[in-house]
């Protein structure tokens, strides 16, 4: 199917930046999208999976924008402040270069559930003149709800039903209908400031001056260096390994410990298809991969907030029909996130529809107790030991995983076309059990081992026996069938078989002449294995860092540094990636995507331990 072409206004300008244009900023509660053309044009207050404040990536009319730029024709950069999460736009124009120093605050007052929350755009000429032109224009719940604007003392507040930001500024602001605008001039050495903040009965407006953000840029380029400096990774691909790091920092909530899966909605993994889903959850399984990954770096403070929002918010055992654990959970850790249509919003580049909520909560994946149990076997390792009730905890899932691992279920592609009994399933089945066992000999902890041992080996037997094709010559995506999946990577690297195996090997052959695009990896030809949906979709980016992981442990090093050297070319121009590429490179799907980037951390530590 042939993409769409980006829509452009009267004047030839785009209408929508590619989602690649984009750097992401945040407190820890929730982000904003920066374009490259120093607009924000995805921003959620006051948490991630609050209703949008500015949603021009979903809808250029209708959805909102914070435009903050040089008022004449200029080339623009971008970059992260070195080892943070402060990021700078710059503007080269005929006169003068200005940059935008975009941030927000990252203290334990914003960090908390009901703290301060604030948006601060610092412009600074830097050489010659610029001007420069601002247009703030939010457009509350998903451009749904009206707003007021009124301007008390020098401030403009955007009053809406649910929620009222205020913005104070070092600009005078002009004040028109529903929005607040304002062109000026700086010199080299000049300065405007811009903040935004959540205001309501127990926030009130408060002025952003600029020696108060100085001091705020100064606090918050120290909290991310500090952060990082707990990284242990000195390895060949350090500043990709440690953007990742960062990126999957800025997914995290901090109130709860929680981890998202990615902080928009609706970035389409195929450009005018329906594969467009909500994101800001906590997946099980992306978040105990995130724990994993940071663990591998030695950020052991995340997995210890993880741990303690799964025994706060989780309660294993209680009769669900889709098991002990739904497959994802609201950020504070609610278990309804009823899916509905904005319709009202056309959808990135026309690509509708728009969706908030996700029905997949109520689907059953038997893959997430292995990528769970796996996490906490982890953590036990390498952070510190798990409680009693805790282990208690594991031994309900794992009591669960032994009776009912033989069932079908939707698999780790969330596929609506009806459950089969996939083999990723099964496999991390296996790994469920497996790490429970091994957790329990190495702790001396109390359990039913003569029947976790038999169902483990059990699952090994069926895997062995209906998920092996002799016609493929390969490990296959659901019993008794022929077609591929990329997710059977994991069997190495979750040490189910050895790497060398003939039949892995064999297995990897296959994989890479069916699904491999110049080591770009597709999760399955959905042709082939319908998948309930319309369309296409991209290569997925974390099977192509697993790809890179299966060669590596396969002793094919040399093929595997060029695939991991040509998956980093597909990064955006600040490292970041969505969840899928397209047929020409292009970033698709909600962005960025924690799955890719703690995948490419594993992927680079592996790597670089071959290559000694």
């Given at each position: 199917?042939?993409?769409?072409?980006?829509?452009?206004?009267?004047?030839?300008?785009?209408?929508?930046?590619?989602?690649?244009?984009?750097?992401?900023?945040?407190?820890l509660r929730s982000v904003a999208l920066v374009g490259s053309n120093g607009t924000i044009d995805w921003y959620c207050c006051?948490?991630?999976?609050?209703?949008?404040?500015?949603?021009?990536?979903?809808?250029?009319?209708?959805?909102?924008?914070?435009?903050?730029?040089?008022?004449?024709?200029?080339?623009?950069?971008?970059?992260?402040?070195?080892?943070?999460?402060?990021?700078?736009?710059?503007?080269?124009?005929?006169?003068?270069?200005?940059?935008?120093?975009?941030?927000?605050?990252?203290?334990?007052?914003?960090?908390?559930?009901?703290?301060?929350?604030?948006?601060?755009?610092?412009?600074?000429?830097?050489?010659?003149?610029?001007?420069?032109?601002?247009?703030?224009?939010?457009?509350?719940?998903?451009?749904?709800?009206?707003?007021?604007?009124?301007?008390?003392?020098?401030?403009?507040?955007?009053?809406?039903?649910?929620?009222?930001?205020?913005?104070?500024?070092?600009?005078?602001?002009?004040?028109?209908?529903?929005?607040?605008?304002?062109?000026?001039?700086?010199?080299?050495?000049?300065?405007?400031?811009?903040?935004?903040?959540?205001?309501?009965?127990?926030?009130?407006?408060?002025?952003?001056?600029?020696?108060?953000?100085?001091?705020?840029?100064?606090?918050?380029?120290?909290?991310?260096?500090?952060?990082?400096?707990?990284?242990?990774?000195?390895?060949?691909?350090?500043?990709?390994?440690?953007?990742?790091?960062?990126?999957?920092?800025?997914?995290?909530?901090?109130?709860?410990?929680?981890?998202?899966?990615?902080?928009?909605?609706?970035?389409?993994?195929?450009?005018?298809?329906?594969?467009?889903?909500?994101?800001?959850?906590?997946?099980?399984?992306?978040?105990?991969?995130?724990?994993?990954?940071?663990?591998?770096?030695?950020?052991?403070?995340?997995?210890?907030?993880?741990?303690?929002?799964?025994?706060?918010?989780?309660?294993?055992?209680?009769?669900?029909?889709?098991?002990?654990?739904?497959?994802?959970?609201?950020?504070?850790?609610?278990?309804?996130?009823?899916?509905?249509?904005?319709?009202?919003?056309?959808?990135?580049?026309?690509?509708?529809?728009?969706?908030?909520?996700?029905?997949?909560?109520?689907?059953?994946?038997?893959?997430?107790?292995?990528?769970?149990?796996?996490?906490?076997?982890?953590?036990?390792?390498?952070?510190?030991?798990?409680?009693?009730?805790?282990?208690?905890?594991?031994?309900?899932?794992?009591?669960?995983?032994?009776?009912?691992?033989?069932?079908?279920?939707?698999?780790?592609?969330?596929?609506?076309?009806?459950?089969?009994?996939?083999?990723?399933?099964?496999?991390?089945?296996?790994?469920?059990?497996?790490?429970?066992?091994?957790?329990?000999?190495?702790?001396?902890?109390?359990?039913?081992?003569?029947?976790?041992?038999?169902?483990?080996?059990?699952?090994?037997?069926?895997?062995?026996?209906?998920?092996?094709?002799?016609?493929?010559?390969?490990?296959?995506?659901?019993?008794?069938?022929?077609?591929?999946?990329?997710?059977?990577?994991?069997?190495?690297?979750?040490?189910?078989?050895?790497?060398?195996?003939?039949?892995?090997?064999?297995?990897?052959?296959?994989?890479?002449?069916?699904?491999?695009?110049?080591?770009?990896?597709?999760?399955?030809?959905?042709?082939?294995?319908?998948?309930?949906?319309?369309?296409?979709?991209?290569?997925?980016?974390?099977?192509?860092?697993?790809?890179?992981?299966?060669?590596?442990?396969?002793?094919?090093?040399?093929?595997?540094?060029?695939?991991?050297?040509?998956?980093?070319?597909?990064?955006?121009?600040?490292?970041?990636?969505?969840?899928?590429?397209?047929?020409?490179?292009?970033?698709?799907?909600?962005?960025?995507?924690?799955?890719?980037?703690?995948?490419?951390?594993?992927?680079?530590?592996?790597?670089?331990?071959?290559?000694?």
């Amino acid at each position: 199917m042939a993409e769409t072409p980006f829509q452009q206004d009267q004047s030839g300008i785009p209408r929508y930046l590619p989602i690649a244009e984009h750097g992401l900023i945040g407190d820890l509660r929730s982000v904003a999208l920066v374009g490259s053309n120093g607009t924000i044009d995805w921003y959620c207050c006051p948490s991630f999976d609050a209703p949008s404040v500015f949603a021009a990536v979903l809808d250029a009319e209708r959805g909102g924008r914070f435009e903050l730029g040089a008022a004449v024709p200029a080339r623009t950069k971008q970059f992260y402040f070195p080892d943070t999460n402060v990021l700078i736009t710059r503007f080269f124009t005929e006169d003068g270069v200005g940059e935008v120093q975009d941030f927000m605050p990252v203290t334990a007052e914003s960090t908390g559930e009901n703290g301060r929350h604030r948006l601060i755009r610092r412009v600074v000429c830097v050489r010659g003149t610029v001007p420069f032109r601002v247009l703030v224009a939010p457009r509350f719940n998903y451009g749904a709800d009206p707003h007021t604007l009124s301007c008390p003392d020098d401030t403009v507040v955007f009053e809406s039903p649910d929620l009222s930001l205020a913005l104070t500024s070092t600009v005078a602001m002009e004040c028109d209908g529903r929005d607040a605008r304002a062109d000026f001039k700086l010199g080299e050495g000049e300065t405007a400031v811009f903040a935004l903040d959540r205001v309501g009965d127990v926030v009130a407006p408060r002025a952003c001056a600029h020696a108060e953000a100085e001091r705020e840029f100064n606090d918050t380029v120290a909290y991310w260096r500090r952060w990082l400096a707990q990284s242990r990774y000195r390895g060949r691909w350090r500043e990709m390994v440690h953007r990742s790091a960062l990126t999957l920092k800025l997914l995290t909530y901090a109130p709860k410990g929680a981890i998202i899966a990615a902080p928009t909605t609706s970035l389409p993994e195929q450009m005018g298809g329906e594969r467009n889903w909500d994101y800001r959850y906590v997946w099980v399984r992306d978040a105990a991969f995130a724990v994993y990954a940071l663990l591998r770096l030695g950020f052991s403070g995340e997995a210890e907030a993880f741990m303690k929002f799964l025994t706060t918010h989780i309660s294993p055992g209680d009769g669900s029909p889709s098991g002990p654990l739904q497959i994802m959970y609201g950020i504070d850790g609610r278990t309804e996130l009823p899916e509905r249509v904005l319709s009202h919003l056309e959808g990135h580049q026309g690509s509708a529809p728009v969706r908030v909520g996700n029905d997949a909560a109520n689907q059953l994946q038997l893959d997430i107790y292995g990528a769970l149990i796996d996490s906490i076997y982890l953590y036990d390792k390498w952070a510190q030991p798990i409680s009693s009730g805790q282990w208690d905890d594991v031994c309900h899932l794992v009591s669960w995983v032994c009776d009912n691992w033989d069932q079908p279920d939707e698999g780790i592609w969330e596929t609506r076309g009806g459950r089969k009994n996939f083999l990723y399933s099964r496999l991390m089945c296996w790994v469920a059990v497996e790490r429970a066992i091994r957790l329990a000999n190495r702790r001396g902890l109390p359990a039913d081992l003569p029947r976790w041992r038999q169902s483990r080996d059990a699952i090994y037997r069926r895997i062995m026996e209906r998920g092996w094709s002799e016609r493929r010559g390969a490990f296959v995506q659901y019993e008794d069938g022929d077609v591929l999946d990329a997710s059977v990577l994991m069997m190495p690297l979750a040490k189910f078989i050895a790497p060398t195996d003939p039949k892995w090997l064999s297995t990897l052959d296959a994989l890479s002449e069916d699904l491999v695009s110049d080591s770009l990896v597709y999760r399955y030809d959905p042709q082939a294995s319908p998948d309930g949906l319309r369309g296409d979709e991209g290569t997925f980016s974390i099977c192509s860092f697993w790809y890179v992981e299966a060669l590596v442990r396969a002793g094919r090093v040399d093929e595997a540094r060029l695939a991991f050297e040509k998956m980093l070319t597909y990064a955006n121009h600040l490292g970041l990636y969505a969840e899928e590429i397209g047929r020409t490179g292009e970033q698709q799907g909600n962005f960025p995507q924690a799955f890719t980037h703690l995948s490419l951390i594993s992927a680079a530590f592996n790597l670089d331990r071959a290559l000694g």
